[in-house]
């Protein structure tokens, strides 16, 4: 059940980051949740560091965190993904 609500989490936090950036982003969807999981990961590693990753009630700080990692992740990952593709098509 882990590794379903991983995946679930990493869509949600894919799509909610694609849609906060500006501009069209042309990673797959199967892309974006995986970066959505890598956020989620990251968000919740800065959270222990921070202590506030298990508080009582919601944890909006580590949503939080989760959130802006996977921002960055989904921009820069889609960055690299559209100079890989045009990498590709160009040879």
Do not use: C
Not at 8 to 26: F, M, N, S, T
Request: no cysteine.
């Amino acid at each position: 059940m882990g590794w379903l609500w991983a995946i679930i989490v990493g869509l949600v936090l894919g799509l909610i980051a694609k849609a906060l950036i500006p501009g069209k982003q042309h990673s797959p969807l199967w892309l974006t949740t995986l970066f959505g999981m890598a956020g989620a990961a990251a968000g919740n590693w800065m959270a222990m560091g921070l202590g506030i990753d298990e508080t009582r009630g919601i944890d909006w700080g580590r949503h939080a965190l989760q959130l802006g990692a996977a921002i960055v992740i989904v921009l820069l990952g889609d960055m690299a993904y559209t100079a890989a593709r045009r990498n590709k098509q160009r040879v």
